[in-house]
T-cell receptor
């Protein structure tokens, strides 16, 4: 099956610094990737839809200047949390859809990235 | 608009017992329905999906789900629970274009020895 890899799995940073999380589709091309945030014991909250070669589409209430998304190639999307603060600490998950997935709607998920801001 | 409701945030079963996780959906168009499983500190893994073919869908690890349009349900079952099934399970609905996926709140499954 299609594989999506996220890096890093864990990151701890100081308040005020920026953190970049990468999401790669390893064996397929993903024109669309999705970024989610998951709070403890809660469901996934869609933050933004990342489209290759164009600007990301952000969900209502998500600060696009704080959560910068870049989808420069068909296999890589990045999420940068700028000037991170403790309230940004969360589990961030990406997903991607393969060409067949556009028909079936199936998403392939990365392993997730746990961000802790001190 | 689409929505998903998972009944019961926690379900506890004994090892070897039937697993039943409930999911009801709302969709104005024929839906695609999914069950995903999440283990601690990991992403989601697809268990099974319904995409308008057979209404009884078999997935990985012995799980299956039945699409019932009249009940707008897509409950997940497994005849005999195993300790390794303990995880968080998410029901999700997508439109036929697959443009947006809506996730339920999740149900945490506990399996007692």
């Amino acid at each position: 099956g299609a594989v999506v890899s996220q890096h890093p799995s864990w990151v701890i940073c100081k308040s005020g610094t920026s953190v970049k999380i990468e999401c790669r589709s390893l064996d397929f091309q993903a024109t669309t990737m999705f970024w989610y945030r998951q709070f403890p014991k809660q469901s996934l909250m869609l933050m933004a839809t990342s489209n290759e070669g164009s600007k990301a589409t952000y969900e209502q209430g998500v600060e696009k200047d704080k959560f910068l998304i870049n989808h420069a190639s068909l296999t890589l999307s990045t999420l940068t949390v700028t000037s991170a603060h403790p309230e940004d600490s969360s589990f961030y998950i990406c997903s991607a859809r393969s060409a067949s997935g556009r028909i079936s709607g199936e998403l392939f998920f990365g392993e997730g990235s746990r961000l802790t801001v001190l | 608009a689409q929505s998903v409701t998972q009944l019961g945030s926690h379900v506890s079963v004994s090892e070897g017992a039937l697993v039943l996780l409930r999911c009801n959906y709302s969709s104005s168009v024929p839906p695609y329905l999914f069950w995903y499983v999440q283990y601690p500190n990991q992403g989601l893994q697809l268990l099974l999906k319904y995409t308008s073919a057979a209404t009884l869908v078999k997935g990985i690890n012995g799980f299956e789900a039945e699409f019932k349009k009249s009940e707008t349900s897509f409950h997940l079952t497994k005849p005999s629970a195993h300790m390794s099934d303990a995880a968080e399970y998410f029901c999700a609905v997508s439109d036929t274009g697959g443009f947006k996926t809506i996730f339920g709140a999740g149900t945490r499954l506990f399996v007692k020895a």
